[in-house]
């Protein structure tokens, strides 16, 4: 029993360093979204690249999105999907203001943290539900752990753009 | 005896989702770092940024330096140390070449790779190197895992960059 006890121990220190390394890096892009502010948020990264508001509602969008992917419910802001998923930058969308933008960032976020925190260490390698129960007996990797971990490296691609903005 | 098999597999699992992730960005951006080419790298990834071959020399430098911090041998590069890690790019410094570095670059996550596929998932959740045991009680993710996932997100900041050097 003792060796069983260890184990479990073990498969929640896994998921809770993965849950870590998420949380930081939210909370480092939240710190980097209020210290840009929305004046500098509307630029571009570099010339002729994504502005800031797009990345920032890009990446609203992708945390959406992780709701219904990982069966914890429905989106929030469906509205979010055309202008920041479906189309590119500068596609004649008109986008939500920046700093309500960051409210829905802190809210997704908040939401996605407590349900994080219920999952059991063998839940998070459940399949996730954009794979069939088929793929995923082939493919056991598919899982939601996959999800949360490809959704951390995804934030820190766009954290090493949007750091570009800030002023020297 | 059933129940204590399934949490081992799970925490195996764990791993290989965390070791999968990881050799993914490795492979992305090996494959961007070949498609930009030595001429392009040579650039800056926004106006008085980074220039890509200071990115890259970069990334060796840290994943060299992952062989100590998770206690599989020396630095293969410690002269990568002052240009690519103490100093910021600019600094005078003469760098070796693009492709010299991308050999290097190879090399290191080759051995890296095969020193991860030999750690046990509870080898994962050991120490590294750069904590004192003392600290280590107290501060139980501060476990190779941890370096592991941090690296892996270290790697897409950059990716994100880099990838600004493309041509459309």
Request: net charge neutral; charged share 25%.
């Amino acid at each position: 029993m003792q060796d069983n006890a260890d184990i479990q121990s073990a498969t929640s220190n896994f998921s809770k360093t993965i849950i870590r390394a998420w949380t930081t890096q939210v909370k480092r892009l939240t710190e980097l979204f209020e210290s840009i502010g929305n004046a500098e948020l509307q630029k571009e990264i570099a010339p002729q690249k994504n502005t800031g508001v797009y990345l920032l509602g890009h990446l609203v969008a992708v945390h959406d999105a992780m709701l219904p992917l990982l069966g914890f419910g429905k989106k929030n802001y469906p509205h979010l999907e055309k202008p920041f998923l479906a189309d590119a930058d500068k596609s004649g969308n008109e986008f939500p203001a920046a700093d309500q933008l960051l409210e829905y960032w802190k809210q997704v976020n908040n939401q996605l943290l407590k349900a994080f925190n219920e999952l059991s260490p063998d839940q998070w390698l459940e399949k996730h539900e954009a794979v069939s129960a088929e793929d995923f007996a082939k493919e056991p990797h598919r899982n939601k752990l996959s999800v949360l971990i490809s959704r951390t490296t995804h934030m820190s691609y766009h954290h090493g753009q949007l750091v570009l903005l800030k002023k020297k």
